[in-house]
Structure formats: C-alpha cells, structure tokens
C-alpha cells in the first residue's frame, strides 16, 4: 500500500506529474518514454519506470506510457481529485503567505481556515479565509473535515500544536517549525526546514 | 568532498544539530551514543553513524560523541560560522515572509535584500530590508556577496529568473517555485513544493 513506498519515492511523483501536465496535447506527446522522461527531469531511467511503477500504469515496451492516462493514474494516486482540507497552524508571515497561496488547488486541496493564539490576528481574516483561535483547534478540524494540516509556528510550539492535531484527529502534518516533529506511526510528518535546507545547500558549494 | 554526499544524508544533518543543540549542558550529556541519537530521532543507528562520519568528529566506542565537539564539526560543515548570504526572489507572500523570518540567522545566514518585477514593490521595505528591481539581480547579487538565492516567483517565471540567477554568479538555490529546476552542475537546487508535499502526505494516510 502506499504506506509501505518510501517518502523520497513518493516526493517525485508531483515532479513527473507536473512535467507530464506541460507537455502540449500534440501526437508526439500521446506517447512518452521513461528515458525522456528520465532525460528531461535527470533522474535514471531505472528509477523512473519503478516510481511510476506505483501509480498502476504500465509502460508499452518499445512506445512508452500511454501520457493522458499515466497523468490520471498519477492524479488518481496522489488524491487529486478527492476533495481533500487542510488547516494552517500560526497566522504569522509564512502561515498568512500559504493560507493565500493559489497552489493548493492543483492538488485538489481547499486550505479554508487558519488558527492562531494572538489575540490580535484571531477574528480577523486573510484573504477572505478566517483566523481562528487555536484553543478551537480539535472542533475546528472537525467541523472543516480536515484530515491535514501545516504547522507554520515557532520551534517552542510545535510540539505541543503536534500533539493537538493528533488529537483533532489529523492524519498528516507538513511542518515548518525548525524542529523534527515525530507523533508515531498515526500522524505521518514531513517537515520543511526552510533554514535548514539552505544550510544544506551551502554544505554542497 | 561535500559535493559526493547524498543530499538526503546532508539534510538529516541539520536534524542532528537541531537535537544536539536542544540538550542541556549537564554532564549527562557530555557524551552521546549513537543509540540515543537514533532513539530520539527515529532514525536507525547506523544510519545515524554514517551520517556522523561526514562531520568529521569521532565517536568513542561504549561512549560515544563529545556533544559538543559534534556540534561544532556540524556547525563547521554546514558553514554556520561563515557568514553566508542569500537573497530572495520574488517579494510576494511567501518572499516577504522569508525576508522577515529570523531563523536563518541559526544557521549564520544574512538575507539582506529581495528582487521583484512589480513596480508596486520595487523601493519599498520589508522588515526594514528593500525590494530592489528584479532587473539589477546581477549587479544586485554581486555587491551583496550572495552566493545562495531563494526563488518564491510563479511557475512561469521561474526557470527565467534561475538562469539569471547563475549568470549572476549563484551557485545554490533553494526554489519554492512549483516546478523542477534543473540548472546544471554548477548550480545546486533544493526544489521545495509545498502544495506537491501536502500531495504526498495525503497519499501517505
């Protein structure tokens, strides 16, 4: 199942379904090979056939995958087209820039509401989406419908906003906090250490 | 050298400074064995050995690493002490949030300054830092000394804005856009896509 796939696996199949989504409608492109694929997106082409592998669709030997449907398959497999809501956690610069950030919808996901814990950003809303106050945080999961959510608070919170989510009955957390949020094998975490990462490319120069 | 290192093992680094940085200074914790490494961040222990053996500090069999000898060798590897400097594409939610957020200075960064296109931004401040015009990215980036750029720009205007940034002489780029950057080898990227990430998680639960 797609619990047993590995997350590094999983983290490029938006990659190949964003470049499949550009290509334009012309024949040459009803057909696609795991070596052009590979080619254009400088992976191995080995790897390529055996993360694709995972969205079910199969590749024609000497023709490639068929390109509409393995774009489906993929948009099948990462839940696209399934109605999905996450919440936002910390109304602050980034939690404001993602609870405004247009790029949720391509993954079919609504991002309606965020909560916050100062009194002067709850109650008010941006852009057009309401701040609430986090202490509602398990009824207003639960009246959203929200089986995810983005923790975008500082290191000394996070923790303890972790431990409310798994409580509110969240299942996956992307997390921003510079801290290694772990919740068990319940509440599956990705974290984004903004910070981190440049440091990470600095090793690499 | 630092360049042959799987950048999945470099990112686990900063984890491992994170967690070593958050324990008290009593001499419980003069030592730590590879084994309570692994425990406390679920990793498994000779995962955890390896990753070490990049920082190039030693552990001592039945003791382990000296805290605080590991914390510097990572913070020497991961460039903490050399003042680094990244600038920001693209001033919109995102690029303001990251121009004002305070935790790159863990990590010995200054972003000092942010590039857009819009001439509504272009001469303001954000966090007391300006928003210079997209156009001077060069002259920009040199005279900044940067070396590392942080793209927070539409899709479409990403790939454009990565070349000028290697002309520009930037060698690492972190890229919030939501397409894969590829720039060559001279040019190292961390593609981080939040909406493509929440996509993963969702297929993970």
Chains 1, 2 share one sequence.
Request: net charge neutral; proline share 4%.
């Amino acid at each position: 199942m797609n619990k047993d796939i590995p997350v590094f696996s999983l983290q490029r199949l938006p990659v190949y379904l964003n470049y499949l989504r550009g290509l334009s409608d012309d024949c040459d492109n009803n057909y696609i090979s795991s070596g052009r694929i590979a080619k254009a997106l400088g992976f191995g082409e080995v790897l390529v056939r055996k993360d694709l592998a995972y969205s079910g669709c199969a590749g024609r030997p000497k023709v490639g995958y068929p390109r509409l449907e393995l774009i489906g398959a993929l948009e099948e497999f990462l839940c696209v087209n399934a109605r999905k809501t996450a919440v936002i956690i910390g109304a602050g610069g980034l939690g404001s820039a993602l609870l405004s950030y247009g790029g949720f919808e391509h993954y079919g996901f609504q991002v309606p509401v965020a909560f916050d814990s100062d009194p002067a950003k709850i109650g008010t809303t941006i852009s057009g989406k309401p701040v609430l106050d986090v202490k509602d945080l398990e009824k207003g999961c639960r009246e959203a419908g929200a089986v995810l959510a983005i923790i975008a608070v500082p290191a000394s919170a996070a923790h303890s906003v972790g431990e409310q989510l798994k409580a509110a009955g969240i299942k996956a957390i992307l997390n921003f906090a510079p801290v290694q949020l772990n919740l068990g094998e319940e509440v599956k975490v990705i974290n984004m250490d903004v910070a981190a990462n440049l440091a990470v490319l600095s090793a690499m120069i």
